[in-house]
Each structure stands twice: as structure tokens, then as C-alpha cells.
């Protein structure tokens, strides 16, 4: 029985390499050898056969240990001397009868396994997916959050999550093995938390973006003033210029939301003007002077725009 050396079928030079580089070696030397490549040519047929049955072995770790103490016997440091020789197979046999002798049992071992997969095959677990909602100002700064969700065994289990700042608006936070458990030694599934940010507060976010209101007094829009604005993160001093009206929008730039590039967003703050509903006597003296002589009338465009339709 002549002794097949695998490694020289790989032109590999030691039996010390890795899982890695028994598979280069075989990738071309399968590909050098491929019967494609090699039409009608037998000894390269014959050849492509002995380099699948020497990766057959050596890639499976029982299979090259056993391997491995045979050849430090027959080869080891003599092998320079060693040529490759082919060793008998039936015809149309993949495999030598070398192979059949000594590890003939390794393709009843993977029809085994494969009709076992086949039977329990391996079932990842089904991922799940929840949501909690947060305020804009708990997304900006992040925040650790317990929450508490029902197995499928109906127990409750509480979970701790990192939201980071700067999270964006129905982002997913994912935590791994903590969905449906898998069958058959598959992996557990992963739940996925999405994040879902409040926009009912005193920030609205759009984008990077962030708009809040801004409430004035009728004589403040009139005259103009200088108003401090809260910010998300500090207070920003702003002047409101004569005249404004109510919608008007002032923008603060990167007075926002985190951009995720370390900037920020802007920051709207649309004009609301409050009216007073209950006057003072003073004040409804002040009022009823400024109507006697204030010439001021909104109305006045919508009858020209009126007449003109």
C-alpha cells in the first residue's frame, strides 16, 4: 500500500500551518487541476480526485490527527526525498484505497451527521422586537432605562439598556441572545429595541433639528426686544426685532440636536404673541388710548386683496 502524502498533494511543506492555509492550498490546487480547466486530460483528473481526498482528511481535526502521526512515521524529515505517487483507486472511485483503509469511516461519519441535520436540523431563534418611548432631552443626553417584558414562559424579565446620546428617532437598540431561544443547538434569537422620541414636549426634533416656541407680549413683537431662550443644553440670549408677528421663526445655528459627527443641528424658535385676557384698569386705559390713535389696520390689505378678486 503505498503511503499518500496529502501535504505534498497541497504543496504544502510541513504539517505545522493552519486551518487557513489548508484551505488556500487546496482552493488552487483544486482550481490548477479543476477537470474544466483539464479537459480530457486523465492525469489531471486523477489528480483533482487525490487533491479532494487529501482536503477531505486534513480538514477534519480527528481525521489529520490520525493522519498526521502516520506521516511523521512514514515521511517526516525525509520527505524531500518523497515524490508524490498516486495509489490505486476502483474505477470512477473518488477515493484511494489509502484512503478507504485508514479513513474510509469519515464519509460514513458525515452521512451520519448530515442525516442527523437533516432530522433535527438547526433552528436559529426568532428575533423579537419591542419599543419605548423617551424625551428629546433624555435622547440628547442618553440614559440608562430598565424595562420589564414577558417571556414566552409568561415569567417577567427586566432588562438593562444603554441608550447612548445622540440617538436618532426610531433607531434600534440590539441586544444579542435575548430573543426566542433556538432548537437543535441553534443560536438564540436577538431583541430589538426601538427607540421612539416624544415629540409632544417642550423640543420637537426634525431631522437634526430642534424647534421650541417662543411667547411674547403684544408690545415686546411691537418694539422689539432682547429675550434669554432655554436651549436644550444652556441658555442662549436672542433679540426679537420690532415687528415681529406671530409664526415668524429665528434660527440659532448649532443650538440643535446631535448630528452624530460631533455638530449639532439648529435651533427654530417659532414667535407666538400672547394676548393679555384680563386687563387692569390702567392697561385697559393704555389699550383704549392706543386704539384712539394708532392708524394701524391688519384688515386693510384683505379688503384691497378682496376688491381685486
Known sequence: MIFKDYYKILELETNKITMDEIKQAYREQAKKYHPDVNVGNKIAEERFKDINEAY??????VAKRRYDRM?????????????YEESKRTKDAI????????????????????????????VK??????????????????????????????????????????????EKIRLIGQGKQGQNGGKNGDLFIKIQIEQNGKFELVGYDLYTSLLLTPWEAALGTRVNIEGI?????????????????LRIPSKGYKDGKGGRGD????????VPKQLTKKEKEI??????????NPRANNHKNNKNL
Open 56 to 61: 477531505r482528511v486534513l480538514s477534519n481535526h
Open 71 to 83: 506521516w511523521n512515521m512514514h515521511i517526516g524529515n525525509k520527505r524531500k526525498k518523497q515524490n
Open 95 to 122: 477515493f484511494s484505497d489509502f484512503f478507504q483503509m485508514f479513513f474510509g469511516n469519515i464519509k460514513q461519519e458525515e452521512q451520519n451527521n448530515n442525516k442527523k441535520t437533516k432530522k433535527n436540523p438547526i
Open 125 to 170: 431563534g426568532e428575533n423579537i422586537e419591542t419599543a419605548i418611548s423617551i424625551t428629546v432631552e433624555e435622547a440628547f443626553y442618553g440614559l440608562n432605562k430598565k424595562i420589564s417584558l414577558r417571556t414566552v414562559n409568561g415569567s417577567m424579565k427586566t432588562f438593562n439598556i444603554k441608550v447612548p446620546a445622540g440617538i436618532r428617532n426610531n
Open 233 to 249: 443644553d444652556d441658555t442662549v440670549s436672542v433679540f426679537v426685532p420690532a415687528g415681529i408677528e406671530s409664526g415668524e421663526k
Open 267 to 274: 435651533l427654530t424658535v417659532t414667535i407666538k404673541i400672547m
Open 287 to 296: 389699550y383704549e388710548k392706543l386704539k384712539e390713535i394708532s392708524k394701524f
